[in-house]
């Protein structure tokens, strides 16, 4: 069954601290994965694309990791603020356009 | 920059309305999806549609029906509505640009049926 499970389900750290949040997935076939930031209330906002080559991609201070081999990614957050407070969501796409995979998310918290 | 617009942020229904959530996009995006989001799930695809008058089921259609008459616009509409469907409801419309397929979000529309 495809699925993706992020963890830790919430996270609470102070600000200026590093974060690393997880995701495994075990959908087949793999076009691509993406992370999602959601702000309470709003809609998804992409941050970051990898298809099965790409290894590391930065957008910023997020920094996103794809191990193809092991289908895990990791969403690392550098310097945290206030306003990375948020849901963030892992997203795998499958083998159509219309096939997309979503996490549950992580909620992270930043406490000043 | 894309934008796509849910008519409404938060909508109280008694149970048996019917009830239309309403999405439009301005980019002349073929694709349009809608999905609802309740905690601890991932979202759920309910219907998408990849041309005007053109629909297709998602992961959980039952007791949703769509409809797309013009490009911009994709409405979702619960014939009658039941408490289990209160839930947060997402719109996106999506492109494709040399094969990656980039979804935009709408602000969502957090609908409680009583």
């Not at chain 1, 499970?5 to 997880?22: A, D, V």
């Not at chain 1, 298809?51 to 193809?68: Q, V």
């Not at chain 2, 947060?88 to 602000?107: E, K, N, P, V």
Request: net charge positive; glycine share 8%.
């Amino acid at each position: 069954k495809n699925q993706v499970e992020q963890s830790p389900q919430s996270l609470i750290i102070l600000e200026g601290k590093n974060c690393t949040l997880q995701c495994n997935y075990t959908v087949s076939p793999f076009s691509n994965l993406r992370w999602y930031k959601q702000d309470t209330g709003r809609g998804p906002v992409s941050l970051t694309i990898m298809t099965f080559s790409e290894n590391t991609k930065s957008n910023g201070r997020y920094t996103a990791t794809l191990d193809a081999d092991t289908k895990q990614s990791s969403l690392h957050i550098t310097a945290s603020q206030l306003s990375d407070s948020a849901s963030y969501i892992c997203v795998v796409r499958g083998d159509s356009n219309y096939q997309l995979i979503w996490g549950a998310g992580t909620k992270l918290i930043i406490k000043p | 920059d894309v934008k796509v617009t849910q008519s409404s942020r938060y909508l109280v229904k008694r149970t048996g309305e019917k009830v239309f959530l309403e999405c439009v996009q301005d980019m002349d995006h073929e694709n349009m999806f809608w999905y609802r989001q309740d905690p601890g799930l991932g979202l759920r695809l309910i219907y998408f549609s990849y041309d005007v008058k053109m629909k297709e089921k998602g992961d959980i259609p039952e007791g949703y029906s769509v409809s797309r008459e013009k490009k911009e616009r994709f409405s979702l509409i619960l014939e009658s509505a039941s408490t289990n469907q209160t839930s947060m409801y997402l719109c996106a419309s999506s492109f494709s640009d040399r094969g990656r397929i980039g979804y935009t979000f709408g602000s969502g529309t957090r609908l409680t049926v009583v």
